[in-house]
Protein backbone atom coordinates (compact mmCIF):
# COMPACT_ATOMS: atom_id res chain seq x y z
CA UNK A 1 0.00 0.00 0.00
CA UNK A 2 0.78 3.85 -0.86
CA UNK A 3 0.41 6.09 1.46
CA UNK A 4 0.50 9.95 1.21
CA UNK A 5 1.25 12.46 4.22
CA UNK A 6 0.72 16.26 4.41
CA UNK A 7 1.98 18.17 7.57
CA UNK A 8 0.27 21.09 8.53
CA UNK A 9 0.71 24.22 11.55
CA UNK A 10 -1.47 26.69 13.15
CA UNK A 11 -1.35 28.56 16.42
CA UNK A 12 -4.21 27.84 19.00
CA UNK A 13 -4.82 28.45 23.00
CA UNK A 14 -6.58 25.97 25.28
CA UNK A 15 -6.44 25.15 28.80
CA UNK A 16 -6.81 21.63 30.91
CA UNK A 17 -9.42 22.18 33.13
CA UNK A 18 -9.00 20.50 36.15
CA UNK A 19 -5.20 19.47 35.24
CA UNK A 20 -2.66 19.65 37.98
CA UNK A 21 0.16 21.21 36.33
CA UNK A 22 0.61 24.52 34.02
CA UNK A 23 -1.93 23.41 31.77
CA UNK A 24 -4.83 24.86 33.73
CA UNK A 25 -3.66 27.56 32.66
CA UNK A 26 -4.48 29.48 29.21
CA UNK A 27 -1.48 29.19 27.28
CA UNK A 28 -0.75 28.41 23.61
CA UNK A 29 1.02 26.06 20.97
CA UNK A 30 2.20 26.09 17.60
CA UNK A 31 0.29 22.77 16.52
CA UNK A 32 1.52 20.82 14.15
CA UNK A 33 -0.61 17.71 12.49
CA UNK A 34 0.22 15.19 9.80
CA UNK A 35 -2.08 13.79 8.13
CA UNK A 36 -1.59 10.24 6.13
CA UNK A 37 -4.08 8.71 3.38
CA UNK A 38 -4.65 5.95 0.88
CA UNK A 39 -6.63 4.64 -1.25
CA UNK A 40 -9.99 2.82 -0.30
CA UNK A 41 -9.01 -0.13 -2.35
CA UNK A 42 -5.62 -0.38 -0.47
CA UNK A 43 -4.23 -1.52 -3.23
CA UNK A 44 -0.72 -0.90 -4.47
CA UNK A 45 -0.71 2.10 -7.01
CA UNK A 46 0.06 0.50 -10.43
CA UNK A 47 2.16 2.64 -13.22
CA UNK A 48 -0.20 4.92 -14.13
CA UNK A 49 -1.58 4.74 -17.41
CA UNK A 50 -2.50 7.61 -19.68
CA UNK A 51 -5.81 8.32 -18.48
CA UNK A 52 -4.62 8.06 -14.32
CA UNK A 53 -2.60 10.60 -12.61
CA UNK A 54 -0.78 7.71 -10.72
CA UNK A 55 -1.04 9.25 -6.81
CA UNK A 56 -2.96 8.56 -4.05
CA UNK A 57 -4.86 11.95 -3.69
CA UNK A 58 -3.06 15.11 -5.20
CA UNK A 59 -1.56 17.01 -2.21
CA UNK A 60 -2.95 20.16 -3.29
CA UNK A 61 -6.88 18.62 -2.52
CA UNK A 62 -5.48 17.30 0.69
CA UNK A 63 -4.34 20.49 1.92
CA UNK A 64 -7.85 22.27 0.54
CA UNK A 65 -9.59 19.33 2.82
CA UNK A 66 -8.06 19.63 5.75
CA UNK A 67 -7.24 23.42 5.25
CA UNK A 68 -11.10 24.00 5.19
CA UNK A 69 -12.28 21.44 8.26
CA UNK A 70 -9.94 22.12 10.97
CA UNK A 71 -6.84 24.41 10.24
CA UNK A 72 -9.19 27.50 9.32
CA UNK A 73 -11.43 27.37 12.03
CA UNK A 74 -8.50 26.54 14.67
CA UNK A 75 -6.12 28.89 13.65
CA UNK A 76 -5.59 31.91 16.39
CA UNK A 77 -8.63 30.65 17.77
CA UNK A 78 -9.41 29.42 21.92
CA UNK A 79 -10.43 25.78 21.78
CA UNK A 80 -13.28 26.10 24.38
CA UNK A 81 -14.70 22.82 25.70
CA UNK A 82 -18.29 23.52 26.05
CA UNK A 83 -18.42 20.75 28.87
CA UNK A 84 -15.60 21.97 30.82
CA UNK A 85 -15.85 21.63 34.94
CA UNK A 86 -14.03 24.72 35.37
CA UNK A 87 -16.50 27.88 35.53
CA UNK A 88 -13.84 29.83 35.01
CA UNK A 89 -13.34 28.46 31.13
CA UNK A 90 -17.13 29.07 30.97
CA UNK A 91 -16.61 32.96 31.53
CA UNK A 92 -13.70 33.08 29.49
CA UNK A 93 -15.31 32.12 26.38
CA UNK A 94 -18.19 34.57 26.99
CA UNK A 95 -16.08 37.41 27.22
CA UNK A 96 -14.08 36.21 24.63
CA UNK A 97 -17.70 35.94 22.09
CA UNK A 98 -18.78 39.01 23.52
CA UNK A 99 -15.17 40.35 22.63
CA UNK A 100 -15.61 38.64 18.85
CA UNK A 101 -12.52 36.74 19.85
CA UNK A 102 -12.10 33.51 17.88
CA UNK A 103 -13.27 30.39 19.56
CA UNK A 104 -13.32 26.94 18.56
CA UNK A 105 -15.92 25.10 20.36
CA UNK A 106 -15.60 21.35 21.36
CA UNK A 107 -17.50 18.35 23.22
CA UNK A 108 -13.97 16.92 24.17
CA UNK A 109 -11.07 17.62 26.81
CA UNK A 110 -8.87 19.63 24.21
CA UNK A 111 -6.01 17.41 24.79
CA UNK A 112 -3.85 16.29 22.00
CA UNK A 113 -4.63 12.53 22.05
CA UNK A 114 -8.78 14.01 21.62
CA UNK A 115 -7.97 16.34 18.76
CA UNK A 116 -6.23 13.71 16.74
CA UNK A 117 -8.86 11.30 17.40
CA UNK A 118 -11.47 14.16 16.80
CA UNK A 119 -9.55 15.20 13.50
CA UNK A 120 -9.10 11.71 12.53
CA UNK A 121 -13.36 10.81 13.34
CA UNK A 122 -13.90 14.79 10.68
CA UNK A 123 -11.56 13.66 8.09
CA UNK A 124 -12.50 10.14 7.37
CA UNK A 125 -15.49 11.43 6.72
CA UNK A 126 -14.71 14.12 4.58
CA UNK A 127 -12.18 11.83 2.27
CA UNK A 128 -14.66 9.48 2.33
CA UNK A 129 -16.03 10.51 -0.46
CA UNK A 130 -12.97 11.19 -2.48
CA UNK A 131 -12.44 7.46 -1.90
CA UNK A 132 -9.46 7.78 0.41
CA UNK A 133 -9.13 6.39 4.03
CA UNK A 134 -6.91 8.18 6.98
CA UNK A 135 -4.40 5.98 8.09
CA UNK A 136 -3.43 8.53 11.01
CA UNK A 137 -3.60 11.73 12.57
CA UNK A 138 -0.60 12.79 13.85
CA UNK A 139 -0.89 16.30 16.18
CA UNK A 140 1.84 17.24 17.87
CA UNK A 141 1.78 19.98 21.00
CA UNK A 142 5.41 20.80 21.37
CA UNK A 143 8.12 19.74 18.75
CA UNK A 144 8.61 16.74 21.55
CA UNK A 145 5.56 15.36 22.10
CA UNK A 146 2.54 14.22 20.17
CA UNK A 147 -0.33 11.96 20.34
CA UNK A 148 -1.38 10.11 16.93
CA UNK A 149 -5.08 7.70 16.34
CA UNK A 150 -5.03 5.26 14.23
CA UNK A 151 -7.81 3.63 11.55
CA UNK A 152 -8.74 0.78 13.04
ZN1 LIG B 1 -1.27 22.98 26.11
Not at 45 to 67: A, N, R, T
Not at 86 to 102: P, S
Not at 107 to 114: I, L, M
Request: proline fraction near 3%.
Amino acid sequence: MITVTKEFTWDMAHMLACHEGLCKNVHGHTYKMQVEVAQRSGEVLSLPKQSEDGMVIDFKKLKDIVSAYIIEPLDHAFMYWVESPDTFEHELAVLLKKHNKKIASVTYKPTAEQMAKAFLEILQKELSKYNIIVKGVAVWETPTSFAKAVEV
